[in-house]
T-cell receptor, first 112, second 114 residues
């Protein structure tokens, strides 16, 4: 079975903290994605990666960075967390760019 | 710029009813269209993917259709059950140059009443 695992389901962080959200997929997928989901705004793409060490900005990259040192792992980094980054973060992966996309269970981040 | 719309935002039906969820997109130059299900507080589960060359896809009680010329896709759920209650999202994959982009609708919240 396809599996995308987000290591943290619920996090509470303080403003200004550096936050790491980890995502691992076990399907040897080329592409990995980070989205955030907010009520009324739907899913918005933050960053994606189509190969190891390759990354591209999505629609809302400001305040975020990513790291993909290994094919199976894609990390989202909030350099200095702010309250407007309180959200649900969803990691996803796909084999090809237009193939079925598989999501993790999500990480709820609250910044206080 | 591609915009994906799902109407209605919420729908409530009695158990056993057949129902249709709608998805509209403004740019017909899509690669494919996907339907997802999301349970409260959880991630998205892929239901069906329709390639741009296809007209429909079926999986069990679910049937998804695609009409690129009118910019519409529908998800048909037969004999609905309370377990079908969830938010249903559609997403269109557009050609994006070097990389393709997935654009999501904001979803339809479905409640199936027992």
């Amino acid at each position: 079975d396809v599996k995308v695992t987000q290591s943290s389901r619920y996090l509470v962080k303080r403003t200004g903290e550096k936050v790491f959200l980890e995502c691992v997929q076990d399907m040897d997928h080329e592409n990995m994605f980070w989205y955030r989901q907010d009520p009324g705004l739907g899913l918005r793409l933050i960053y994606f990666s189509y190969d190891v060490k390759m990354k591209e900005k999505g629609d809302i990259p400001e305040g975020y960075s990513v790291s993909r040192e290994k094919k199976e792992r894609f990390s989202l980094i909030l350099e200095s967390a702010s309250t407007n980054q309180t959200s649900m973060y969803l990691c996803a992966s796909s084999f090809g760019q237009a193939d079925t996309i598989y999501f993790g269970e999500g990480s709820w981040l609250t910044v206080v | 710029k591609q915009e994906v719309t799902q109407i209605p935002a919420a729908l409530s039906v009695p158990e056993g009813e057949n129902l249709v969820l709608n998805c509209s997109f403004t740019d017909s130059a899509i690669y494919n269209l996907q339907w997802f299900r999301q349970d409260p507080g959880k991630g998205l589960t892929s239901l069906l993917l329709i390639q741009s060359s296809q007209r429909e896809q079926t999986s069990g009680r679910l049937n998804a259709s695609l009409d690129k010329s009118s910019g519409r896709s529908t998800l048909y759920i037969a004999a609905s059950q309370p377990g079908d209650s969830a938010t249903y999202l559609c997403a269109a994959t557009n050609y994006g140059g070097a990389t393709n982009k997935l654009i999501f609708g904001t979803g339809t919240l479905l409640a199936v009443q027992p």
